[in-house]
């Protein structure tokens, strides 16, 4: 695959202030035959890139750390696994993740549950260990450090210690007889099922001091393999009682654990943020805020899957805190140009309603993407377990569109339509250029033309195709 650092020097000699990449189901990540310009404006654009009204910063992108991501990309040679993580991690070369997220124990895209202290009662935790990590999580954490130095990382539990559960076992739901997660079983009986709005943890003041120093202590065993961990959320999607590791939890129950986890966060210098949340109730957010105990702790909020409903009334409410899109949507494991469309309505929407930042789900999986528990699910990097070839998916180029070019500390641009074109997002670099990113959704090419301070940046975008344009801010600067 030829580089961007090489088509953006062709690029630049051809069109010396401004960069174009494509997008399309047939090709990716390309530099059109047609041209794209930049030059003065002397008509009504069909949009305005509203350079002056700069909105959130942006902290950066990723995706998660799972186990059965390591084990797809361990099928792979030594050589083919290094040119992936330079691609997905390396500045300057792809999609530049730098701001990450993995479990604590188990989630669902783990081999199997486990979690750092499976030995009942044991509120000493003498028993803890993260040996089981030892063999994926780490390597595949310190594959990506190399080559990202400045990676950030955020962590959550799906699931407590079952000891530390009411219902003893690490899943809370049965799988619905004759789907294909039937076909594996969690071994959970029907008295054991936990309903949401419930809380599935036990709720006593020795269980809560239990749970916050597990959290200190899985901060510290990572700080010993050299990785550090900025920013714990207290719960994956607090509301799903699921048939993986999951556990459910009541606002009320979570201000509790929130109180007691602040002092052991605030030891070690980690920020809690509430998430995360998949329902579109920003009252449930509301409710933890509000609590004198646990409120004040909360530095942030993640939202994923429904709880994107939620995210404009909570940026709206509270502008003082960092908004996160904690989870992108995950598929069905086609990985298919479809989901790569609806992947853009939902980058339009966090970044439009104040996300900071922006994490995709699976960085790889083998080919169907299939999970312990039966899920399928989409993935950046497919492998085949066939012939262990492997291939980059759409929603990788379409991630990338943006995570290539957008810079940590840059601010997201609203824009302003004037021809009923709204399929933007746009951004300011700390160095001056201009992000745009714009989605033609038509089956026929359509010539636009972007307002941009007083230039315009006029070009044919391709039928259904994704196009960012990058406006140097020498380009901004000669035009005043």
Not at 61 to 75: D, I, N, Y
Not at 268 to 287: A, N, Y
Not at 327 to 351: I, P, S, V
Not at 449 to 458: N, T
Request: glycine share 8%.
């Amino acid at each position: 695959m030829e580089s961007l650092m090489e088509m953006t020097d062709e690029n630049t000699a051809a069109t010396p202030t401004l960069t174009w990449v494509v997008t399309g189901e047939d090709s990716q990540w390309t530099t059109p035959e047609g041209s794209a310009s930049i030059a003065p404006m002397e008509t009504m654009p069909d949009a305005f890139i509203q350079v002056d009204q700069p909105a959130q910063e942006i902290e950066g992108f990723g995706a998660c750390f799972s186990e059965l991501g390591w084990a797809a990309l361990s099928r792979l040679t030594q050589s083919e696994r290094d040119s992936i993580m330079e691609e997905l991690f390396t500045p300057g070369v792809g999609a530049n993740l730098s701001l990450c997220r993995m479990p604590i124990g188990a989630n669902d895209f783990a081999s199997d549950w486990y979690s750092y202290d499976e030995t009942p009662g044991d509120h000493a935790l003498e028993h803890f260990s993260i040996e089981h990590d030892l063999a994926t999580q780490v390597p595949f954490i310190h594959s990506a450090q190399e080559r990202q130095p400045n990676l950030k990382l955020w962590a959550s539990p799906w699931s407590p210690p079952t000891w530390l559960k009411t219902n003893g076992h690490y899943a809370c739901a049965l799988p619905v007889a004759g789907s294909p997660q039937a076909e594996h079983p969690n071994g959970l009986r029907p008295d054991q099922v936990i309903e949401e709005g419930t809380d599935g943890f036990v709720l006593t003041e020795e269980n809560l001091i239990t749970y916050a120093a597990y959290f200190g202590r899985f901060i510290d065993a990572y700080r010993e393999q050299g990785i550090d961990i900025s920013m714990v959320m207290p719960q994956n999607e607090f509301n799903s009682s699921q048939i993986f590791p999951s556990c459910t939890w009541t606002p009320s129950g979570l201000s509790s654990f929130i109180a007691h986890l602040a002092p052991e966060m605030d030891k070690r210098g980690v920020d809690i943020f509430l998430g995360t949340m998949e329902r579109p109730d920003d009252s449930q957010v509301e409710h933890v805020l509000a609590d004198p105990d646990a409120g004040p702790n909360i530095k942030g909020v993640g939202f994923q899957w429904a709880g994107k409903g939620a995210l404009p009334f909570v940026n709206h409410a509270h502008p003082e805190l960092r908004m996160y899109m904690t989870e992108q949507e995950c598929g069905d494991g086609k990985n298919d140009w479809r989901y790569a469309r609806y992947a853009w309505t939902m980058l339009q929407h966090y970044f439009a309603n104040g996300a900071t930042a922006y994490d995709y789900w699976n960085i790889a999986l083998d080919k169907g993407g299939v999970s312990r528990w039966g899920w399928s699910q989409n993935s950046f990097v497919t492998v085949d377990p066939e012939d262990n070839t492997y291939f980059f998916n759409y929603e990788y180029y379409l991630f990338k569109h943006l995570s290539h070019f957008v810079q940590a500390g840059a601010h997201y641009l609203p824009t302003l339509s004037y021809s009923g074109y709204e399929k933007l997002i746009s951004f300011a670099n700390p160095d001056g250029s201009i992000v745009i990113l714009a989605f033609n959704d038509m089956s026929v090419e359509m010539p636009i033309r972007l307002g941009v301070g007083s230039q315009v940046v006029s070009a044919t975008l391709p039928a259904d195709s994704f196009s960012t344009f990058v406006v140097p801010a020498e380009a901004l600067a000669e035009a005043k």
